[in-house]
């Protein structure tokens, strides 16, 4: 009874067994379209992460191309030597483009520029076109890129040597005060000074004004301005003997300093009494302006100029060699070794030299024979090889020589000059009052260019 009991639980025990068996593998074969379900659904997010991938990964290396090809345009252009930002914009352009492959990328960019002071702004923006993100509304993605250069900047000293002779008279003198100021608004800009800009004005005729303040170390022992009653020196001086009179040497009383000028009175030059424009310091031009990096100091000499006296070309050009060096007796100006700055002369004369029977400069009168010759034509071949002299050893110093002849027609006078400038290219024959604006237009930007590629 007892055995029957247990095998008819047994037998319980096992259709229970079977029949829950049976209700698992059908619930497993229910859950198998509910694995499908969710699997498709969680398939929507992997494709979308896959396709934001893609279109995330094709961004990057859009942005990656645009800063290597920022990078590069940059330092073209920080190289440049010029300031002109159209020309620096045309500079980031074309090696922007060189570097940047459009076709294979297929977005297009347009890099923009900007100069601040020396720094040199590049930026870029692409907007690229997304292909699976686009399901979900981001049409594209924006990326950016920006390359900041700065540009160093070395110093300039520049001497502008301007003739003054009486042949450029009263319309010459101001269409080359009006050309100069060309001149110092591309160097300056729109700063009134700068450490590393020093100009200094020398305007010549046949002698040079080095100022009332110039020290009486500088002048002869026998220098009395009571020789000048009822006036005062005027601060001009004669040439040193001498090759003296073609370099820079500091000067000491025995080392040839210089002697005050005097024009004697005579039938030409009846000064006592004083007449306008007579007397001791007759021909006599304004005082130079040593260097200084105050643009109005500059502008206000400029201003003072007036026209007169004979033309000795080789005088103006020894004291704007003077004025930038750093012997005395100027001494505003660096040491040749001053790898931080250049140094240029912009010369500007009118007309060839000239030393007539009355005439009185440097040299005295013709007639005292200075220049070891007493003939008009002795004299003016003297005159023009001291000026080339001078250039060359003016050039021996690593200076640089621009020159200008102002409607001339003299091809002696525009050989001498042209010979005397740097290379040919620094001479310029203007011969009219436009063409004279956009020669120092020209060796402006140029000098303003050296700063930055120097």
Known sequence: MTRARTRGASQIRRGAEAVARGGMLRFLADQTGAVVIVFALSLIPLCMASGAAIDLGRAYLVKSRLGYALDAAGLAVGAAATNDEDELAAIMEAFFEANYPIEELGVPVTPTLSLIDNKVHLSATADVDTTLMNIVGISELTVSAESVIIRETKGLEVALVLDNTGSMGTTKMNNLKEASQIFLDILFGDDESNDLLKVAVVP?????????????DFLTRDFNNNDFEPVDWGGCVMARGGDRDRNDASPTLDNGPWAAYLKPSDFTN?????????????????????LTSRKSDVEDKIEEMFSDGITHINIGLVWGWRVLSREEPFTE???????????AIVLMTDGENFFGRTSYGAYGYRSEGRLGTTSFFGAFRELNDRTQE???????KGIIIYTITFQVSSSTVQNLMEACASDPSKF???????????????IGKELSNLRIGG
Request: some cysteine; hydrophobic content about 35%; glycine content about 8%.
């Open 333 to 343: 100006g660096v040491g040749y070794d001053d790898e931080a700055f250049n140094k």
């Open 428 to 442: 310029f024959n203007s011969p009219n009052s436009s063409t004279l604006e956009n020669t120092f237009r020209a």
């Open 270 to 290: 009846d000064w006592p009494p004083v007449r306008s424009f007579k007397g001791p310091n007759e021909d006599c031009p304004v005082a130079l302006l040593p």
């Open 390 to 396: 001078v250039c060359d050893n003016i050039k021996e």
């Open 204 to 216: 010549f005729a046949g002698t040079v004004n080095v100022g009332t303040n110039f020290k009486l």
